[in-house]
């Protein structure tokens, strides 16, 4: 029932008007514009058809689909059931096997050139596709024939973004990425990378994309600015600690129980464009630097073959393009060492003049 509005679908499932208002303005809110934007939402929402997808799934480990449901603001199940018309996701589909597979060809069919082709994971190359089968067909053939159809592409992930862990090196099976596939046919392509994504971030999108009828603006790489334009260091609560030159030694020091930066011990935030220390995880609870674990990178294209995950980053620039880490970190601890010499030498001076004033009165002097 592609045909049906969004705002349709939800007063056939009994929602009242005010409901449908609110989740608008909570939609507008996660996707961070203003109050205005509220009304178109609630436009789109109202005459807009909800839009079919294709959600295929290819060398992955299906964490994209597992954050994806997780989404609190707004719901998956609204994103799923009422914004879009999910036609084919054999991770959360009832049917299976051919009955599944045919409703590939009759969206293709029957949609062709107006649905969203959505990729969780990535094809391999080698020896034609044959390192990942799906109903007896490679899934570099399925992917090419919804692409060759399809309005556009969202890469979903890392995986389908980058690569990720299947084409780390020595990438025996030769997993691409969605836009490097050979012969994939020239169609808009959206990434939004992590390992996985952010679960908000990955409905927002698709809300946008039906309250706007297009792309959110998306940076060089083709990641959307409203998630990926910033690094995770930039706003990050740790990174009073950064500039102060406290910083975590070793897990579990000192420095770690008092929640001091963790880029010694091989934060990637000061290279990472993500969300992650704004929207945060699990309905904005936390995220893995709140939690004690530095930032791995995920999001970051080759962030497997770019060191381990807790080597620390060569060299990150705090105050000024000349002061990194340890020069900042030993600023900091010169400058208090400094404090504590001039005040133990004041003591000292003051304590000289206290005892000499004393022995002045015993002898007489004043």
């Not at 409901?19 to 961070?32: E, W």
């Not at 084919?88 to 009759?106: P, V």
């Not at 024939?145 to 862990?165: E, M, P, R, T």
């Amino acid at each position: 029932m592609a045909s049906e509005t969004f705002y349709e679908v939800m007063r056939r499932q009994g929602i009242t008007r005010r409901s449908f208002t609110k989740f608008c303005s909570l939609t507008a809110a996660a996707l961070g514009l203003g109050p205005s934007y509220a009304r178109a939402i609630e436009t789109a929402m109202e005459t807009k058809p909800r839009i079919p997808v294709l959600w295929l799934h290819g060398l992955e480990c299906t964490c994209c689909s597992e954050s994806f449901i997780r989404s609190a603001h707004p719901l998956a199940k609204d994103v799923i059931l009422s914004m879009i018309s999910l036609d084919y996701d054999d991770t959360i589909m009832a049917a299976a096997g051919f009955q599944a597979e045919s409703i590939i060809d009759e969206t293709i069919e029957k949609y062709n050139g107006n649905f969203i082709l959505a990729c969780e994971g990535n094809p391999p190359l080698n020896q034609e596709g044959m390192s990942c089968i799906i109903g007896g067909k490679p899934y570099l053939e399925q992917l090419k024939k919804a692409a060759d159809h399809c309005k556009a592409i969202i890469s979903w992930g890392s995986c389908a973004s980058w690569g990720c862990v299947q084409a780390a090196r020595p990438n025996p099976t030769q997993a691409t990425p969605i836009h490097k596939v050979p012969g994939l046919p020239a169609k808009p392509i959206i990434k939004v990378p992590g390992c996985p994504p952010i679960a908000e971030v990955m409905t927002a999108v698709i809300a946008y994309i039906l309250t706007f009828d297009r792309f959110p603006e998306l940076d060089m790489q083709g990641r959307p600015k409203m998630f990926y334009s910033q690094r995770i260091h930039d706003k990050c609560y740790r990174r009073p600690h950064f500039d102060a030159g406290q910083f975590v030694e070793s897990f579990d020091d000192e420095g770690a129980r008092r929640g001091y930066c963790l880029y010694k011990v091989g934060c990637k935030g000061p290279t990472t464009y993500n969300a992650c220390s704004t929207v945060r995880w699990n309905g904005g609870l936390s995220f893995p630097i709140q939690a004690g674990h530095p930032c791995i990178g995920c999001s970051e294209d080759g962030f497997w073959d770019k060191g381990g995950f807790y080597e620390r980053l060569s060299d990150v620039h705090g105050f000024g393009v000349e002061a990194n880490a340890d020069k900042i970190g030993g600023t900091a601890a010169g400058i208090v060492g400094a404090a504590a010499a001039v005040h133990a030498a004041a003591s000292a001076v003051k304590r000289a003049r206290s005892n000499s004033g004393t022995n002045d009165k015993r002898e007489g002097r004043d």
